[in-house]
């Protein structure tokens, strides 16, 4: 009777301990930041862009320098010889005129490597669209679009960030997690 009761009261214990275990696993909560994830990054020219020689930077970037990113003149950003361009720790994907509509950064890259050294939290798709643009903070511009690589952000198992460039601007194509 005796090992009867100590044999439901490991089990019933046990039962508890698993329970708490995978509600606790959830390392999505409301309000608050998930770990960072490596994705592949897969950049989609349009259509309407085929026959242009676009340029498409992704710029690895950290919380301490995501304002100064967000804020910074992307007409500037791609005159020749800026400084801020010359000195991104990025990936430059060229997309030439009549040539593949799309390109990658694989989540093998040895750049993640860097970026996770650097603590990289964003990931910044900044497009040389053709025609006057202006310049805008943050997503408001056409031509920069910021990728959170907080695994929170976007749905369970994501694996590849799809992204657009269009004349308008860049548009994301993977669905943003759902609240």
């Known amino acids: ?6 044999a439901q009261l490991v089990v019933g214990g046990m039962l508890v301990t698993l329970m708490t275990v995978f509600i606790g696993c959830s390392s999505c909560k409301p309000g608050k930041p998930g770990p960072i994830g490596k994705y592949s990054i897969e950049v989609s020219l349009d259509e309407s862009l ?5 340029l498409v930077d992704l710029v690895g970037v950290n919380p301490a320098d995501l304002p100064r990113w967000e804020a910074y003149d992307m007409g500037k950003y791609w005159q020749a010889g800026d400084t ?19 390109n990658s950064l694989s989540v093998t890259n040895s750049q993640w490597d860097r970026w996770k050294g650097q603590g990289v939290t964003h990931v910044l798709v900044l497009a040389d669209l053709p025609g006057s ?33 269009q004349r308008s601007g860049i548009k994301v194509l993977t669905p943003p997690r759902a609240l």
């Open 1 to 6: 009777m005796k090992n009867r009761l100590v």
């Open 50 to 54: 085929k026959s242009s020689s676009v």
């Open 84 to 102: 801020m361009r010359h000195d991104a720790d990025k990936v430059v994907l060229n997309f030439v005129s009549g040539q593949t509509l799309t």
């Open 133 to 165: 643009q202006t310049s805008r903070p943050g997503n408001q511009d056409a031509r920069r679009q910021i990728l959170h690589l907080d695994q929170c952000q976007w749905a369970a198992k994501t694996k590849v960030l799809k992204v657009q460039v």
